[in-house]
């Protein structure tokens, strides 16, 4: 069975600080991981993917296989970047999955 | 193309009532995923099609909820009866089965049951 983890519910930080965004999943297959993002009063939209290694408003997201994390990091968090985000896996069969989400606050 | 389309976009019921819950996927998707989405439990998967078949709804928590898609335009999520504990948002969202398969979610629809 597939499962994503995401440890904080709630992460507070001051603009201008670094911010890391938890996830853990477990597969036995070969991932394919991502991160979901939902602004206030806004559809989950897409905001990255493993397979892409790109880098999308300043957050990116390394696959580490043998600690089975993908983190999401920015160095210099926003006001605008408040929302809640979701860490998702998709397994071969287009199944996805996605962890808690974690609520991201930041402050002026 | 308007995205996925959700109705209604809220839903306030009683305890015991039937209700229903539509989705219009976007046009040449062939996947079709339903998500509750709670403060406690985040987004839940609740059952996904591939070309209308249900391929996985292990994610449906009882038997009071069924969903179908009799063509590829168009799915239900169906709770009978409702109670409090389904009060949540459920989205419904479609992609591609192949290649970039980016997920495209609707707006959601806030269901209330008192």
């Known amino acids: 069975a597939q499962r994503v983890t995401q440890p904080e519910k709630l992460l507070s930080v001051f603009k201008g600080a670094p911010v890391e965004l938890k996830c853990n999943y477990s597969y036995s297959g070969s991932p394919e991981l991502f991160w979901y993002v939902q602004y206030s009063r806004q559809r989950l939209q897409l905001l990255l993917r493993?397979?892409s290694r790109e880098s999308i408003k300043g957050f990116t997201a390394d696959l580490n296989k043998g600690e089975t994390s993908f983190h999401l990091k920015k160095p210099f968090a926003q006001e605008e970047d408040s929302a809640m985000y979701y860490c998702?896996?998709?397994?071969?069969?287009?199944?996805?999955?996605f962890g808690g989400g974690t609520r991201l606050m930041v402050k002026p | 193309d308007a995205g996925v389309i959700q109705s209604p976009r809220h839903e306030v019921t009683e305890m015991g009532q039937e209700v229903t819950l539509r989705c219009k996927p976007i046009s040449g998707h062939n996947s079709l995923f339903w998500y509750r989405q709670t403060m406690m439990r985040g987004l839940e998967l609740l059952i996904y099609f591939n070309n209308n078949v249900p391929i996985d709804d292990s994610g449906m928590p009882e038997d009071r909820f069924s969903a179908k898609m009799p063509n590829a335009s168009f799915s239900t999520l169906k709770i009978q009866p409702s109670e409090p504990r389904d009060s949540a948002v459920y989205f419904c969202?479609?992609?591609?089965?192949?290649?970039?398969?980016?997920?495209?979610f609707g707006s959601g629809t806030q269901l209330s049951v008192l």
């Open positions: 969202a479609s992609s591609l089965a192949q290649g970039i398969r980016k997920l495209f």
């Open positions: 998702a896996l998709r397994n071969a069969g287009n199944m996805l999955t």
């Open positions: 493993h397979i």
